[in-house]
């Protein structure tokens, strides 16, 4: 029953507002929001989705397929679409990988709904449908033939599933990217597993070069280079300040009357002397490394190259907050000698060269480095942005395989091989929900038949000859294959294309999810938006 609002006498809301109710205002108008946001990243599907340029409200430019950052950037307003958009940030947050999944499944079980709509179902009948398929659909997944990565991890069984979430990225260069990660994750793997954290493993991005000279370094790499003479030291006691190191300047601002040239001369005497003690302190403490949190004053400069202190200017808070993790120390917000449990330690710290750019390398030796950094070298700004989205997500696949190390057959092949289940599931089902089983079933179709018309494949032959493989044995192994002139199926599990059975899962429930919020809505009711309404013009006073 729709909500009647009375057309004259006085109103419930205030003015301004809009009111839309009903299937046709509300519910399908929703669905078409939708269908628009899923277009926009569907062409980004795969190892053949195109790229898109974003600019957004600053003016920067992002060129991605990842569908995470396209519609973070794109910054939706419409509440239907901005609900699909937060279920796949929630599947970005939690797995890193299948976002544009999650977008596509729930944008097309909206697309199915509307036909089942326009025939005359009721929202609730088929909300219905989809939540008994969605639970056929986990109960098949746990059924299908996976496959569990062996452990202890090493760089080949984990580089093996992380290639099918890099090529969806960086098609052409997974092999390395994969081996790059793999690396660097069990780099700073620790003793037990399941404590492994994503923010040990850094990116530095260098311009120049080609994407094979990336290479990972055991240690956390700073890009710049040490502000002092001093490059390079051993064994070296750590002090961390987040300040600024530099003459204390005076919280007001004064006029200082000087009346002799001596008076001038001893001006800042005092200031010097009081900074030239406080680096003497932390040279006593044995400090021979500082961090400095902001600006190093040429004074101070002059004092730490006195004293042999090597220096390095670290800007960002989080580069910051990881340096002290490395070498465990604790960030002083006042300048003084650090006390014994305040002070880090790093094995080596030195400058090291890396394509014309210096960096700076804090390392342990190799059996206790708590970070690993992957230096990635390419020719744009850009580039690099975007191969560095690939490999963070490539480092979250990580955190879920530790989590659940099941993966099963990609490509598509295990999308059309649970369509095949659950559709058979709607045919044995009674009374109306079946409608929407059979269509969710359809809905799974988008995720092969996306990959084939991304790879400019003819889909509908395709799907059906993916269709005549799944039924002809259950292995249900055959997916598409993005890179064949014919036919265009290939055996995922034998070219070693593999999902990861977790990301799958929590995709199917996020999509579902968002596409049943979307269907509960029947009305959509808009208050007038705030404002100040511009003054009233008042008449010309000589009229009066």
């Known amino acids: 029953m729709a909500l009647k609002v009375p ?48 600019i957004n409200h600053l003016d920067r430019l992002f060129v991605t397929n990842d569908a995470a950052t396209i519609l973070r950037e794109l910054e939706v307003v419409h509440p239907a679409a901005k609900v699909l958009v937060m279920a796949s940030q929630q599947q970005e947050a939690e797995m890193g990988d299948r976002t544009n999944f999650v977008l596509m499944f729930a944008g097309e079980l909206l697309k199915k709904a509307e036909a089942l709509l326009t025939m005359g179902l009721h929202p609730s009948e088929i909300i219905a449908g989809y939540e008994l398929a969605r639970d056929k659909a986990e109960e098949e997944l746990k059924n299908l033939k996976s496959r569990t990565i062996p452990t202890p991890l090493t760089v080949e069984s984990l580089a093996l599933p992380l290639r099918s979430v890099l090529a969806a990225k960086q098609y052409g260069h997974e092999d390395l990217l994969a081996k790059l990660v793999a690396e660097a994750s069990l780099a700073v793997m620790p003793s037990k597993s399941s404590d492994f954290n994503v923010d040990n493993v850094r990116v530095v991005k260098i311009m120049g070069g080609s994407l094979e000279k990336s290479r990972v370094v055991r240690g956390m790499v700073l890009g710049r280079e040490p502000e002092g003479t001093l490059k390079k030291a051993t064994n070296a006691k750590v002090a961390v300040y987040t300040s600024g190191i530099d003459v204390a300047q005076t919280e007001t601002k004064g006029t200082v009357l000087l009346k002799n040239a001596d008076e001038l ?35 101070a400069q002059h004092y730490l190259n006195r004293y042999g202190i090597l220096v390095v200017k670290v800007m960002s808070k989080f580069d910051l907050r990881r340096l002290c993790r490395v070498v465990g120390a604790t960030p002083l917000a006042r300048l003084g000698a650090p006390t014994a449990e305040e002070a880090g330690h790093a094995d080596i710290v030195e400058t090291v060269e890396i394509g014309g750019d210096r960096v700076t390398v804090f390392r342990q030796e190799q059996d206790k480095t708590r970070t690993a950094t992957i230096v990635l070298r390419g020719a744009t700004a850009n580039r690099l942005d975007d191969v560095e989205r690939a490999v963070d997500d490539g480092v979250n696949v990580v955190k879920s395989i530790i989590r659940d190390p099941r993966i099963l057959p990609g490509a598509g092949a295990t999308e059309v091989e649970l369509a095949k289940r659950i559709a058979e599931f709607g045919e044995r089902t009674p009374g109306l929900s079946q409608h929407g089983i059979k269509r969710f079933a359809e809905a799974l179709e988008v995720v092969p038949r996306t990959l084939a018309e991304n790879a400019g494949l003819d889909a509908t032959e395709v799907m059906s000859a993916l269709y005549a493989q799944h039924h002809a044995n259950d292995e249900g192994t055959a997916g598409v294959d993005v890179e064949s002139e014919s036919g265009g199926v290939v055996d995922a599990a034998k070219a070693g294309i593999f999902d990861l059975y977790e990301s799958t899962l929590w995709a199917i429930r996020y999509g579902t999810e968002a596409a049943i919020s979307v269907l509960r809505v029947d009305s959509i009711i808009m208050s007038k938006a705030a404002g100040i309404a511009p003054p009233k013009q008042q008449g010309h006073w000589d009229d009066d």
């Open 7 to 54: 057309k004259s006498g006085p109103s419930i809301f205030k003015d301004g507002y809009s009111f839309q109710s009903g299937i046709e205002d509300a519910v399908i108008r929703n669905i078409q929001a939708v269908a628009q946001i899923t277009e926009i990243v569907r062409t980004s599907f795969g190892p053949n989705g195109r790229n898109k340029m974003v």
């Open 265 to 299: 001369l001893n001006f800042s005497t005092g200031e010097e002397k009081h900074l030239e003690k406080v680096i003497k302190e932390i040279a006593d403490a044995n400090v021979n490394v500082v961090i400095a949190g902001a600006a190093v004053g040429e004074l």
